[in-house]
């Protein structure tokens, strides 16, 4: 039986790996990028920590694999001849995965594709420390105001990281400046609120404490090159940060004929994350109750390696069951905040728990000894002063 999986992320790399196990199968991964972007560790190496860390070959992670991988786009499928097509090749499969992963999406607000940065991808990291390094250098001083706007996982994150990363870069630089004006905005009334309003008030008392400014009830209106404007007050500020909006990947609304959506954008499935007799549809890009996680594309990538394998050996089909997955975030270098149903732990044992959940994250992708030396890499300073020159 050939398969092919569409999509080089959690999801899809996790697929291919399971399913290579069998011998049944031919399995195929095609993804545009060479690279899996461990999403987890994204604000790390946005803020000095090794890019290794969290962009991460797929050559490395297929090693040793029966999969073969095309670095390639998908622009099309055809259900009716059982193809999916990409740019340069044209793949005959008996069973696609589809894992597409989501995009970012600036709800319309005027100014902030062309002005705001983003730590979504290897570039956008890149872009955004050159232009930190780069104002230092030129300004020899701080920014008047470092906005970090959504006030999700990411955007704590980075914003809990962000004081210690700009003072150590203006030490590189030898500026003396000590005071960092930083400010977390969110639509939403408290920070994470996904979270019980609990861990919300401990998070926010966290980032108080690292020095950050937390705006709840905001609103975004517009940006320009050197301010942004939030709910109608103008702020001085050339380093805005985006990382509220998120949208399905654009494919799936763009083959309307094949797939349904839901409210929320993402993909309707059935009960075997299947949207017809062959295609799979799994991850960010499926509608499922706990969509949107890495450990949810890893759940569904398990079920549908399952499914598919059953599916070769002519057995029953298995039914998908949703698992509630457990948050850990990251609040500053010793400090996370944990929650899991009704438990709760703030402080520094959650922030070993994360450590440890990150470990066991690459153990999922790679050899326990490669997965150990990713990590325990340090920090990569000359690929910081490379950023500085
Ligand atoms: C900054 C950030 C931090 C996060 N932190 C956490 C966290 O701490 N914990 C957590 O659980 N979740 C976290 N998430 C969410 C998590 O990363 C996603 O839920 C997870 O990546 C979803 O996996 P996926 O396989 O569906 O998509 P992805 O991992 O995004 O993979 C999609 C892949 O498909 C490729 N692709 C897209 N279109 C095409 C095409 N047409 N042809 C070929 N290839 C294509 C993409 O390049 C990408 O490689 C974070 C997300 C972000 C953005």
Redesign the pocket.
């Known amino acids: 039986m050939k398969v092919v999986i569409?999509?080089?992320?959690?999801?899809?790399v996790k697929t291919a790996l399971g399913l290579a196990k069998d011998d049944k199968l031919q399995v195929t991964l095609?993804?545009?990028?060479d690279h899996?972007?461990f999403?987890?560790a994204?604000?790390a190496t946005a803020t000095g920590r090794s890019r290794r860390q969290s962009i991460i070959p797929i050559s490395d992670m297929l090693a040793g694999s029966r999969v073969k991988f095309i670095q390639?786009?998908?622009?099309s499928l055809d259900t009716e001849r059982h193809i999916v097509i990409?740019n340069d090749h044209q793949l005959p499969y008996d069973r696609v995965v589809l894992?597409?992963?989501?995009v970012t999406s600036y709800f319309g607000i005027e100014g902030l594709d062309k002005y705001s940065y983003s730590?979504?991808s290897a570039h956008e990291i890149y872009r955004f420390k050159r232009h930190l390094h780069d104002e230092l250098t030129s300004e020899h001083q701080f920014d008047k105001n470092y906005i970090i706007v959504g006030a999700g996982?990411?955007g704590v994150e980075l914003s809990a990281a962000m004081g210690h990363y700009l003072k150590r870069i203006a030490k590189k630089h030898k500026i003396r400046q000590r005071t960092v004006h930083l400010s977390l905005v969110e639509a939403a009334p408290r920070v994470l609120p996904r979270m019980s309003e609990r861990a919300s008030e401990m998070v926010e008392k966290q980032l108080k404490k690292l020095g950050v400014k937390v705006m709840t009830n905001k609103k975004v209106e517009s940006e320009d090159d050197d301010s942004i404007i939030i709910s109608g007050k103008d702020i001085p500020s050339k380093t805005v940060v985006w990382?509220s909006g998120?949208a399905n990947?654009p494919?799936f609304a763009e083959h309307s004929d094949i797939f349904r959506l839901a409210k929320n954008g993402r993909v309707e499935v059935d009960e075997h994350l299947k949207v017809s007799e062959r295609v799979y549809v799994?991850?960010?890009?499926a509608s499922t109750p706990f969509t949107?996680?890495?450990?949810?594309?890893i759940h569904d990538a398990m079920f549908v390696t399952k499914a598919i394998r059953a599916e070769a050996h002519k057995r029953p089909l298995p039914t998908y069951r949703a698992k509630k997955?457990p948050v850990v975030?990251p609040v500053g270098e010793n400090w996370a905040i944990f929650e899991f149903g009704p438990l709760r732990l703030g402080g520094f044992m959650a922030s070993m728990v994360r450590r440890a959940a990150g470990f066991v994250g690459y153990t999922d992708y790679l050899p326990v000894t490669t997965a150990f030396k990713l990590f325990l890499s340090e920090d990569d300073l000359e690929e910081e002063c490379s950023i500085c020159k």
């Open positions: 569409v999509g080089g992320g959690f999801g899809g095609v993804s545009d990028r899996f972007l999403y987890p994204l604000y390639d786009t998908m622009t990409t894992a597409l992963g989501v730590i979504k996982p990411t990382t998120v990947s494919f799994i991850g960010d890009n949107g996680l890495a450990q949810t594309a997955q975030i």
